[in-house]
């Protein structure tokens, strides 16, 4: 996203979004949670259903301080998504932890935690301009050139967008955390790096000869990997 994060004001921590443990690894500000947000490609969504806490996985878009987030209206979570309160949790996984003692074993990550509740796209305009920054987040530069959305297609797809307003970001970077009487007790300890990259594209079995892989798809596979 190109908009300036110096205009809009830094996250307002709530009782749901202020953080109870290691507060210290907390940020406020909307670098952070966008940083979060524009990286990582999957979030889960709570919501009630039944009578019952569900979270399920889908992919999201992130339009200034709007995340959207789309399905088949058919989708029961979805449909309980708009009688309440959702939150929203999207992590980025930078590195294990090896400490000298199992208790200081830990992860390195980036976090982010959103609680709201959504509102459901029914603006045309809008519902399009959505969906395209949901396809642009996941594959950018596709929207121009694979086929629209039509009507039917549509119709049986509900769009949903939660401000970001009550939201929390979360991360721990660096080495282990040993206690001092273990640090010379021979054992190694460091960070395993963990790195998301895009391997070889596949074409499909079906297509017809001569099409390439577009250039789009070859900048996301030679983008930089990401990582702490």
Not at 48 to 62: D, E
Request: include cysteine.
């Amino acid at each position: 996203m190109t908009e300036s994060v110096s205009a809009r004001p830094s996250l307002s921590p709530t009782s749901r979004s202020t953080l109870t443990r290691y507060r210290d690894r907390a940020a406020i500000d909307r670098a952070a949670l966008d940083a979060v947000l524009d990286a990582g490609l999957l979030c889960h969504v709570g919501v009630v259903m039944h009578g019952s806490p569900v979270v399920l996985p889908t992919i999201y878009g992130r339009h200034g301080d709007t995340l959207y987030l789309h399905g088949s209206t058919g989708a029961g979570n979805l449909r309980a998504a708009l009688t309440g309160e959702v939150s929203v949790a999207v992590t980025l996984l930078d590195g294990i932890v090896y400490a000298r003692s199992a208790m200081n074993f830990s992860m390195n990550y980036r976090s982010a935690v959103i609680h709201g509740r959504p509102t459901e796209v029914t603006d045309p305009d809008e519902r399009l301009r959505a969906l395209r920054v949901i396809t642009d987040h996941n594959a950018p530069g596709a929207w121009d050139v694979v086929r629209p959305p039509n009507k039917k297609e549509l119709a049986a797809t509900r769009v949903l967008a939660l401000d970001l307003t009550e939201a929390s970001v979360k991360s721990r970077a660096g080495d282990s955390g040993d206690d001092p009487e273990d640090l010379d007790n021979g054992v190694w300890a460091g960070v395993l790096p963990i790195r998301q990259i895009f391997g070889t594209p596949r074409s499909n079995g079906d297509l017809a000869p001569g099409i390439d892989i577009p250039e789009y798809v070859h900048a996301r596979v030679t983008q930089a990997p990401v990582d702490a």
